[in-house]
Nanobody, 120 residues
Framework: QVRLVESGGGLVQAGGSLRLSCAAS????????????WGWYRQVPGKQRELVAT???????DYADSVKGRFTISRDNAKNTVYLQMNSLKPEDTAVYYC??????????WGQGTQVTVSS
């Protein structure tokens, strides 16, 4: 079982920056983290969870149009950790942010998420 712990959220003014971290534990072999792609999702009340950024096992990245050019996803395989650098934040980025594998469903294990609130 993989345990995902997200951190780094907070309250920030529009235009500000935050760096989110997601530490994966419980992986028997570190190679399991390294071979997987990972993603960052966000969810606001009443809406479905939205995948905003992904990173492959070789470091290739992809972003939702809403965050492209402002967010950067990265990974540190030695630490089993995925990061999301968020710049030029907008009030519409306000959400709870989660990490998981791309394609994860509500039936997968999820962490508690980290709240990001952007004030105008």
């Amino acid at each position: 079982q993989v345990r995902l712990v997200e951190s780094g959220g907070g309250l920030v003014q529009a235009g500000g920056s935050l760096r989110l971290s997601c530490a994966a534990s419980g992986i028997i072999f570190s190679s399991l983290f390294r071979i997987n792609a990972w993603g960052w999702y966000r969810q606001v009340p009443g809406k479905q969870r939205e995948l905003v950024a992904t990173i492959t096992n070789s470091g290739g990245t992809d972003y939702a149009d809403s965050v492209k050019g402002r967010f950067t996803i990265s990974r540190d395989n030695a630490k089993n950790t995925v990061y999301l650098q968020m710049n030029s934040l907008k009030p519409e980025d306000t959400a709870v942010y989660y990490c998981n594998k791309p394609g994860a469903t509500p039936d997968n294990d999820w962490g508690q998420g980290t709240q990001v609130t952007v004030s105008s």
